[in-house]
């Protein structure tokens, strides 16, 4: 099956500092790539769409200077948090799209997440 | 009013039980009703999606739509102390993104 891997897998890091984020798919192309922010104990919330060669879409209340997405090749993704506050603490998860076929959720496969912690 | 809304339990069951997880959704332009299992610190996978009305049915799991109502429910059967995790159901239009319900813990005691 389709696999998407997030490094680091956890990071821990000081208040200010930037932490980068990366999204593979490892055995198909996704000209879309997907991520999201989940809290302990609630749901995922979609923060941006990510395009290949396209700026990011981001969703209403994210900030987009603050996120910055670069999605440069067709099996990478890139969040980076910049300034990070320990508000921004939480588990980031992304997705891949499969680019050749069907856009149904079956050919979405989420990556395992990175869990993020500001101190 | 959320896009979707889902009870997140947590949900206790004894080994054996027949577990029912339900979902209410608010657009009827959604055409795509998913649902997701996820443990502990990990990404969600994909369970069981289905694109109308009716049943589905991949072996102790069953999905269940009612576009009328707009509800969807997943059914498990026999359940397993390996079952216990969060149950997510999901929306989408076709192509668009996924919308979440909040998620159902689940406990399956042994």
């Known amino acids: 099956g389709a696999v998407v891997s997030q490094h680091p897998s956890w990071v821990i890091c000081k208040s200010g500092t930037s932490v980068k984020i990366e999204c593979r798919s490892l055995?198909?192309?996704?000209?879309?790539m997907f991520w999201y922010r989940q809290f302990p104990k609630q749901s995922l919330m979609l923060m941006a769409t990510s395009n290949e060669g396209s700026k990011a879409t981001y969703e209403q209340g994210v900030e987009k200077d603050k996120f910055l997405i670069n999605h440069a090749s067709l099996t990478l993704s890139t969040l980076t948090v910049t300034s990070a506050h320990p508000e921004d603490s939480s588990f980031y998860i992304c997705?891949?799209?499969?680019?050749?076929?069907?856009?149904?959720?079956?050919?979405?496969?989420f990556g395992p997440g990175t869990r993020l912690l500001v101190l | 009013q959320k896009e979707v809304e889902q009870d997140p339990g947590p949900l206790s069951v004894p080994e054996g039980a027949i577990v029912s997880l339900n979902c209410t959704y608010s657009n009827s332009a959604f055409q795509y009703f998913m649902w997701y299992r996820q443990y502990s610190r990990k990404g969600p996978e994909l369970l069981m999606y289905t694109y109308s009305s009716g049943n589905k049915e991949d072996g102790r799991f069953t999905a269940q739509v009612d576009k009328s109502s707009k509800y969807i429910s997943l059914f498990i059967r026999d359940s397993q102390p390996s079952d216990s995790a969060t149950y997510l159901c999901?929306?989408?239009?076709?192509?668009?993104?996924?919308?979440f319900g909040a998620g159902t813990i689940l406990r399956v005691k042994s």
């Open positions: 055995d198909f192309q996704a000209t879309t």
């Open positions: 997705s891949a799209r499969d680019s050749v076929l069907s856009p149904g959720p079956e050919t979405q496969y």
């Open positions: 999901a929306i989408m239009e076709y192509g668009n993104k996924l919308v």
